[in-house]
């Protein structure tokens, strides 16, 4: 599943910060029934190109499949061949988003300013995520749409949850990056498809 694909079916990207690939199957079935269709696998969590291959192998035609906290091209080429489909960062680095494009994959860099967004739109990059998003607020958000090109998708990220997910929405976010609300290390299947269908139920009375 493409990107585009899975934010049109649920604005929900799942961060899975933590988990082993031992999990990654399991949670991300609960995710599944719970209605997400994008996740991400940051690489400071435990054997994470293993979890990226299990979960692209299972997963990979329903939904979005990736990569989180992508510091370096090298690791583009590893999350590359491990079937993910997009690449996201905390930062903008021109490199990793240029090789990400190489590679055919979706780069979703983080920025917080306008420099920092046209910088990563000038390196190929579409879709776009505020980060962290709590710092800045929608008031932010919104006044950064007003400038930045059509065809450009911000994400909320970092501090985002079913309570202010309106707030984003009404600011301009198309998509919204969600961890710790969703997901902490250790926790149950069960667990992770109830705080999903919480959030994915939010998701739904969005205006579009």
Not at 85 to 114: H, W
Not at 140 to 167: I, T
Request: glycine share 12%; hydrophobic share 45%.
């Amino acid at each position: 599943m493409t990107l585009e694909d899975a934010i049109a079916a649920c604005p929900i990207m799942a961060i899975l910060r933590g988990v082993t690939p031992e999990e990654i199957l399991d949670i991300t079935a609960a995710l599944f029934h719970a209605g997400v269709r994008a996740v991400e696998v940051p690489l400071n969590s435990p054997d994470p190109f293993t979890s990226i291959g299990r979960l692209s192998h299972a997963y990979g035609a329903q939904m979005c499949c990736g990569a989180g906290t992508v510091l370096q091209p090298g690791d583009v080429d590893r999350v590359a061949d491990a079937g993910g489909r997009v690449i996201v960062s905390p930062n903008v680095n021109p490199a990793v988003i240029a090789q990400t494009v190489q590679r055919g994959l979706e780069p979703a860099p983080g920025f917080a300013t306008a420099t920092e967004a046209y910088m990563a739109v000038d390196a190929g990059a579409r879709h776009l995520k505020l980060f962290p998003a709590i710092t800045y607020g929608p008031g932010h958000l919104k006044q950064l749409n007003a400038v930045l090109p059509r065809g450009v998708a911000v994400w909320a990220v970092g501090g985002v949850g079913a309570a202010n997910l309106a707030d984003w929405r009404r600011a301009g976010a198309r998509a919204f990056g969600i961890g710790g609300e969703l997901y902490v290390a250790g926790q149950s299947a069960a667990e992770t498809e109830h705080k999903a269908r919480a959030l994915v139920k939010a998701a739904q009375s969005l205006p579009t």
